[in-house]
């Protein structure tokens, strides 16, 4: 219904309430005094000031109007997508669906249409994925805090105003109804499902899995708080993490920045955004859930279907670099940063970033740039300090069409990296971003294959240029700390490769490790301790070119960082790995 006023953003429905926002004077202008003009006005229909009937009542195609779930799931699937669905429920308590529990539905109100049936059979008609998103736990936390309170208890149910405990119990039968009623293969659900009691979530969990061992598919919960990456996936809402990130996870980004649902005047990001957000986010580890705004009466803006077309244009030419991929030691280089946590704008690349992927069966990289290189591909990573290619069999350009390729038998490796001669200085054919893939013979080599230093090092921080410490024969537990490099075997560590690209850094002087101790905050100490094997023991050594790393740690996925404070004893931190130089190093044989 949100879209049917099309003003400021999908929290029209909360705002209109606050008494001098944007929203509320919009809506005092058009539709009058919320206290005599209502919100579910948009949905059992009511005239404006003007005398213009409103209501949220798209008409299906057939039936005279704009809207065709069929279409839709055609630009779906020509988008590239390989999952779809609706918004199910927002935060607004109006279920798009045939909904027994609660009276303010789809079908009993507003257009009668079954929305989500209507959906779900066009988008498996198309052999996508079904995804149903659910906002609705925040529709009794807090959505509606400037609503009156409402006279009846059917307009409690839809402001979120009943007693918790009914509201608790509300929220888990709408989750059983679009479960029992259409089988999703994802249910996305918003925050603040660490509001409700952790018996009512673990009793969603375990029905939805359960009713899909029934079923016999896969399905995937996921969510922003109040479950964990052990059986449920993570969410970042418009971003992402700036490196790689397992378990594997997603983020739910808008083909919009001021808004998720249609309003006048609403902008877009560009393609090579969107784009260009997709391939990094892949590369490292994630997928990405993109939100498109529609007309309340069933249109797709054209601007959106631009926007949808190009992805689906690249995706068809180059999607083998990114359907049923997996990310690969690291996730690339160049100078622009992507990611660093959520609400992080979507932002193109430069011909000078490249992101990885490699095939499933670990036998094919490819190397994705986000713009033309030139007369020449440089990949800093695949340096011959890092990593050996002598199985490397073939590279190849991906063509302007699917299934096309160009021979670049031409190549060089030196310790600055992997020099590859493109066909001309300038691009043979338009693309966004343009793939070369690597095939070797065998399973593609570990990074750090090549001469990493096998005895001791000393590790420098870029920003301080000062060198990870001991402090000498310590206690078990002692931080880590930065100094002024004078030979000390204080100063020395060991690279001790456990394959699978991970390793234990090892003091000369005590023999101890780095650890991590499993804690994941920002600006966490680095202790040293004896050797376990544990993950928060390991260390993942990330090239970002011209000899420097990112040193991340395997159970919490944080990196080394120097702080940016220069005084010789600072300590080590543990922080997301992110564009600064803080948490980038040299490493250098002694």
């Not at 009691?197 to 375990?206: A, D, G, T, V």
Request: overall charge neutral; hydrophobic content about 35%.
């Amino acid at each position: 219904m949100f879209s049917v006023p099309a003003f400021a953003n999908e929290w029209y429905p909360r705002n209109m309430y606050n008494n001098g926002s944007n929203e509320n004077n919009h809506h005092k202008s058009v539709y009058g005094d919320p206290s005599v003009w209502p919100y579910h006005n948009f949905i059992n229909g009511a005239r404006d000031k003007a005398g213009n009937w409103v209501q949220f009542a798209p008409k299906l195609r057939s039936a005279g109007g704009n809207f065709d779930p069929n279409e839709w799931a055609q630009l779906f699937a020509d988008a590239g997508a390989r999952f779809a669905g609706p918004v199910a429920e927002h935060h607004d308590g109006y279920s798009m669906w045939n909904s027994r529990v609660n009276e303010w539905n789809s079908v009993a109100t507003g257009p009668k249409l079954d929305l989500l049936r209507l959906h779900a059979d066009a988008i498996r008609a198309k052999g996508l994925k079904l995804l149903t998103a659910l906002h609705h736990t925040y529709n009794f936390t807090g959505f509606y805090q400037w609503a009156p309170a409402q006279s009846t208890t059917s307009l409690k149910k839809l402001y979120g105003q009943l007693d918790r405990t009914t509201e608790n119990q509300l929220w888990y039968d709408k989750l059983k109804e679009v479960i029992d009623g259409y089988q999703p293969d994802v249910i996305w659900q918003d925050f603040n499902l660490s509001q409700l009691p952790e018996s009512q979530r673990l009793n969603f969990l375990s029905y939805y899995y359960n009713q899909a061992v029934a079923w016999n598919k896969d399905v995937v919960a996921t969510y922003k708080d109040g479950f964990n990456t052990r059986g449920e996936v993570v969410d970042y809402e418009r971003g992402g993490p700036a490196a790689i990130q397992t378990p594997y996870w997603l983020t739910d980004d808008s083909i919009s920045s001021s808004s998720w649902c249609y309003t006048i005047g609403i902008g877009y990001y560009s393609l090579e955004a969107m784009l260009h957000s997709l391939i990094d986010r892949v590369s490292k580890n994630g997928n990405m859930l993109l939100n498109i705004a529609p007309m309340a009466d069933g249109t797709i803006p054209s601007g959106q279907r631009t926007i949808l077309l190009g992805i689906g244009d690249y995706l068809k030419r180059f999607g083998e670099s990114i359907y049923a991929t997996r990310a690969w030691a690291t996730y690339g280089e160049g100078p622009t940063q992507m990611g660093g946590g959520s609400f992080t704008t979507p932002r193109p690349g430069t011909n000078r970033d490249i992101r990885f992927t490699r095939s499933k069966n670990n036998t094919i990289l490819y190397a994705t740039v986000l713009g033309w290189p030139g007369g020449t591909l440089n990949i800093g990573t695949l340096g011959s300090n890092q990593i050996n290619l002598s199985t490397l069999a073939s590279v190849q350009l991906l063509g302007s069409t699917a299934g096309q390729y160009t021979n670049l038998p031409t190549r060089t490796q030196d310790g600055s990296g992997l020099h590859i001669t493109m066909p001309s200085s300038n691009a043979p054919f338009s693309a966004p971003a343009y793939v070369v893939k690597l095939t070797f013979s065998g399973q593609i080599p570990a990074l750090g294959s090549g001469p990493t230093p096998t005895g001791y090092v000393r590790i420098t921080n870029v920003t301080t240029n000062l060198v990870l410490d001991s402090g000498g024969n310590v206690a078990s537990g002692s931080a880590l700390k930065q100094w002024n490099y004078d030979g000390s075997t204080n100063l020395q560590w060991q690279l001790v490769d456990l394959g699978g690209g991970w390793y234990r850094i090892v003091n000369r002087t005590n023999g101890m490790v780095a650890d991590s101790w499993g804690n994941t905050a920002n600006g966490a100490s680095c202790p040293q301790t004896t050797w376990n094997g544990g993950n928060n023991q390991q260390w993942r050594l990330n090239s970002l070119g011209n000899g420097r790393y990112q040193i991340i740690n395997r159970g919490t996925g944080t990196a080394l960082d120097g702080a940016g404070i220069t005084t010789a004893g600072s300590a080590v931190q543990l922080w997301t790995p992110n564009s600064s130089t803080n948490n980038q190093w040299t490493i250098t044989a002694v």
